[in-house]
């Protein structure tokens, strides 16, 4: 579903999240394509088109999430809710690995959400490769 958001939104959401996903922090000089507008509460279970509920997600990581607000932890087997980019702090929750291209949950939420987003996934994870052999350091938030 396509929302509309006032310039001045968008330009406090761009500068907000760094003109990163909020999620993997994946630009779109990295995907080639431009980032999405994600509700992080989906519209469908009452999320608001509002700035506290809104971020910008690369089409991948806003494709996985989709309408999902919780799943599960692959180590503990517990049902987590997913990273909240307004309320979580990215650096509590993830981390990088050695090689700067697969991300790590670090906590319940981190680890459910990287797998239901499919953070690691191969494409995403080769096209980080790419980027830092050529000089790229991933943020740290």
Known sequence: MSTYLTSVLRKRLEDADDHLCVYCQTS???????LTIDHVTPQSAGGETEFENLCLACRRCNEFKGSTITAKDPL????????????DRWSEHFTWDATRTRLV????????????????DETIVGARRRWVSAGWHPPHR
């Open 105 to 120: 949950g670090l906590t319940t939420v981190g680890r459910a959400t990287v797998l239901a987003l499919a953070m690691n």
């Open 76 to 87: 503990t087997g517990t049902e987590a809710p997913l990273f909240h980019p307004r309320r």
């Open 28 to 34: 779109v000089g990295n995907t080639g394509q431009l």
